[in-house]
């Protein structure tokens, strides 16, 4: 149960944090004047690899981790005939451990977190900025 809280109360924590600061867009830092074009392209690099990596863990834990957990557990739930059965991993359906969510958190939400930030950083120019583009009233009727 303290664990579903937890999952819960990150969960919340990500949509607060969407809410509050989902309309600012990217903007790179400031371009210092050491290094020439090669350093200044390094730098760019791996602020871009530094931001991509960091959304995506953050993503993992709040969004897949937390809410994974969730939607498993409402699934565990609204599917009495499984409880207790064992799954493919000897799991037991059901039984939720603070093993089996670190295991979730890490084999399945981040690098699945990880690789939708990667894809993002490579479509994110061809996407509308800010909130989705409905909100901006472009497909209103």
Known sequence: MVLMLACGLLLLAGL???TVWGSLGIVP???PALGGPVG???RRYLWWVDLVIAAGFAAGV?????GGRLVM???ALTSPDARGTLTEADQTVGQITLGGTLGFFVFAALPFAV????SFAIVHRWLPRGRPACCSGCCSS
């Open 62 to 66: 709040v969004a897949a981790g937390a």
């Open 40 to 42: 200044s392209a390094v």
């Open 115 to 118: 690789l939708g930030a990667i």
């Open 73 to 75: 557990r409402l699934l």
């Open 16 to 18: 607060v944090a969407i």
């Open 29 to 31: 830092p400031a371009e």
